[in-house]
């Protein structure tokens, strides 16, 4: 089981940037998912993105589509997060995941998180 370490939160202002990184301790299954959560102070966690590791296709929560990228690097075992235009609403610990299907929780690892923090 892979161990995943996430990398990159801070504090910005609403309308900012930041980029997430999420560093493998191994090799990615080629038919597995890396993904996003996040979860928000009292909230459940909710999928953010996840890309399939071999395809490179992604898919967004409805949430951020539009201003957040997945994208990875297979050589590096790691992936990351672009967030553009970030809203208060967007504060929240980030987590990172591998599994055969993260969009869908099936998930085998996941990170200890990130936060990010989003002021108004």
């Known amino acids: 089981q892979v161990q995943l370490v996430e990398s990159g939160g801070g504090l910005v202002q609403a309308g900012g940037s930041l980029r997430l990184s999420c560093a493998a301790s191994?090799?990615?299954?080629?038919?597995?998912?890396m993904g996003w959560f996040r979860q928000a102070p009292g909230k459940e966690r909710e999928f953010v993105a996840r890309?399939?590791?071999?395809?490179?296709?992604?898919y967004y929560a409805d949430s951020v589509k539009g201003r957040y990228t997945i994208s990875r690097d297979n050589a590096k075992n790691t992936v990351y997060l672009q967030m553009n235009s970030l809203k208060p609403e967007d504060t929240a610990v980030y987590y990172c995941?591998?599994?055969?299907?993260?969009?869908?929780?099936?998930?085998?690892?996941w990170g200890k998180g990130t936060l990010v923090t989003v002021s108004s």
């Open positions: 995941a591998t599994g055969r299907s993260v969009s869908t929780l099936r998930v085998d690892s």
């Open positions: 890309i399939r590791w071999t395809s490179g296709l992604t």
């Open positions: 191994g090799p990615i299954l080629a038919y597995y998912d």
